[in-house]
């Protein structure tokens, strides 16, 4: 590869959570916890934390 890296393109990619994502603030200003919002949206634990971390939309995980 002649010393070339390979890697991603930083940036915010399309999620599966993009059309929940008013939702998950509301539920975030309402103080439901992490773990219960994966639940009602039926993801995986993580995916809701990688979600607002990425979009940086207020959640302290």
Known sequence: MNGVQLVRIKGIYKSK???KGESI????SKGVSKSSISKIIDVKYQTPISYCNKREIGCTF
Do not use: P, R, V
Not at 25 to 28: D, K, W
């Open 25 to 28: 603030e509301e539920l975030l």
């Open 17 to 19: 959570l993009d059309d």
